[in-house]
């Protein structure tokens, strides 16, 4: 059993990574493992290559390791400032994680004061330091929003002061991208931020940080297929940093290419396994609640109830943020995607301190589950203690997992009504609450909702015999959530029981391709699907 502990440490711990390998700097990384990068610093000139390669893992979002390269240059040039500029966006962390603790603003004041103190860093070096240091001058959660969008507009004002900047450009690019409001459905920030990085990136196709940045301004529903040739990149580029061989997956999800989803996780999860400790541990339970998302979409359910398992033998202990959140996503994906309603009902909760939200994610399956089970009473529990956490959620000022746990309320509340009798409360609730999703999107943490709440709102105007309804609501989930299994079949139902013969054979027909030849389970949507390719 392996123990993870608060996330906050993953983020201060570093990794042992890959010893194996000749080495070129701290921790044996080599320019071929990590990435093209060209950072210039007022630094010791030999130490430019230990830079560069710190930068590098910086990009990939591996910190422990880009951590333990900054704090080597620093030991090695006590006047580079620009080394705990490095150590303090390694505090900083994954720019698309949500809300800061206190004890990270703590950590990553120190290391931006030291760097404001140290040396005597250029006019650029300053700005990009005094860029990072407004980042870490509060641990007041309502200003993190403001004190992004001002990060974003510094490092735009360097990128303009120094056009020959590249490395400028390319951070301006991913705090833009940080920028988008999860509401706004003209995904502006995401194209400026696309808009800046991809010219680099046909110069520099070897540069991790502009492939890497590239997924992200694209990870939204409609310009997911725009960031496939960067996905199919990052890998080849980092290949043994293990968030580099995951990030394609939030492309290959979003377009539903699982198999390829599959691969890379698979691989991030072998290559954090290797790197070891907190940080590996994490890592990898990321890659997993990935690749059991893909392994259901393709009803290998064999494979994905292994993953289960697996994750399973990990410890959540006061683990908070992505990794409590595989932990809890997991085992709720698994019951809710086979539609064993029974399973998820009787899932235990993880309290999770730290990211409550994440508990929600299995009274929000356990809910579903005793409701569609007919058990509708048996939910009330799950019910209500969703309501508490949102109210945990808006305590802790942060709005949006806040809305989220009480969509997953409002959704389980519909189910509720419905299974008790009130069928057409039940309709109207689950529509409202499918409209109120439509208007958010994903967490970077996530490869999708644990069941999306436009999907369910067909499968129950199917069952209240709204055939056409119904399709309408899965052609939505589907134009969203390409190739998800349950959405192509409610849509085959649909037109079934609406007499479209077919184009349920076409669904079928759709379904079959994908899951027909790796399916293990004994879904009755395949063996509909298997009977009606067969007439």
């Known amino acids: 059993m392996r123990t993870l502990a608060l996330f906050a440490i993953l983020c201060t711990v570093a990794a042992p990574v890959f010893a194996q390998h000749e080495d070129h700097g701290v921790g044996g990384l080599t320019t071929a493992q990590v990435g093209t990068v060209d950072f210039q610093t007022s630094c010791s000139p030999a130490l430019k290559a230990d830079m560069n390669r710190a930068v590098a893992l910086l990009h990939s979002f591996w910190f422990p390791e880009a951590r333990q390269q900054f704090e080597a240059i620093g030991a090695k040039d006590p006047a580079c400032g620009m080394a705990w500029w490095g150590v303090a966006l390694t505090h900083w962390g994954n720019p698309f994680g949500g809300n800061r603790t206190p004890q990270t603003i703590a950590a990553g004041k120190t290391a931006i004061e030291k760097a404001q103190a140290t040396g005597q860093p250029s006019r650029r070096e300053k700005g990009y330091i005094d860029a990072v240091a407004g980042l870490f001058s509060s641990d007041d959660v309502t ?43 003209t995904f502006a920030a995401n194209l400026h931020a696309a808009e800046i990085l991809e010219p680099m990136f046909k110069k520099m196709p070897a540069h991790p940080g502009l492939a890497h940045y590239i997924i992200h301004a694209y990870d939204v529903p409609p310009l997911a297929p725009r960031a496939l040739d960067a996905a199919r990149r990052y890998a080849s580029i980092a290949p043994v940093v293990p968030h580099a061989l995951h990030m394609p997956s939030h492309t290959f999800t979003r377009v539903g290419y699982w198999k390829e989803s599959i691969d890379t996780n698979r691989k991030s999860a072998e290559a954090a396994r290797k790197a070891g400790g907190v940080a590996g541990g994490g890592e990898e339970l990321h890659a997993l609640d990935y690749q059991t998302y893909a392994y259901l979409q393709i009803a290998d359910d064999t494979a994905a109830r292994g993953v289960r398992d697996h994750a399973a033998t990990f410890e959540s202990g006061t683990v908070g943020g992505p990794y409590a959140f595989a932990l809890a996503a997991i085992p709720a994906r698994y019951a809710l995607e086979r539609q064993a309603w029974a399973e998820a009902a009787a899932l235990t909760p993880r309290p999770a301190p730290a990211a409550p939200y994440t508990e929600a994610i299995t009274h929000f399956a ?11 009473d048996a939910a009330t529990p799950s019910i209500e203690r969703l309501a508490a956490i949102k109210t945990l959620m808006v305590a802790a000022k942060d709005p949006y997992w806040a809305e989220q746990v009480d969509i997953q309320r409002r959704v389980a509340e519909a189910w509720q009504v419905y299974a008790r009798g009130d069928k057409a409360k039940g309709v109207e609730l689950l529509s409202a609450a499918a409209d109120a999703e439509d208007l958010t999107d994903k967490s970077a943490v996530t490869p999708g909702p644990i069941a999306p709440a436009r999907e369910l709102y067909g499968f129950m105007l199917l069952d209240a015999g709204k055939p056409t309804e119904a399709s309408v609501a899965f052609e939505k989930t589907m134009q969203k959530e390409p190739g998800r299994f349950l959405g192509l079949y409610g849509a085959a139902q649909a037109a079934e029981a609406s007499g479209n013969k077919a184009a349920a054979a076409a669904l079928y027909k759709k379904l079959l391709d994908m899951s027909g030849a790796t399916a293990t389970g004994d879904r009755p949507a395949v063996a509909r699907a298997r009977q009606t390719a067969a007439r």
């Not at 590249?166 to 991208?177: D, K, Q």
């Not at 589950?369 to 509708?376: E, I, N, Q, T, V």
């Open 143 to 185: 200003t993190q929003r403001a004190r992004i969008v001002a990060y974003e507009q510094t490092m735009g004002q360097i990128a303009r002061d120094n056009p020959n900047d590249v490395e400028a450009r390319i951070f301006w690019g991913l705090s833009v991208a940080q920028t988008q409001s999860p509401g706004d459905k």
């Open 366 to 376: 356990k809910a579903i589950g005793a409701s569609r089970s007919g058990s509708p």
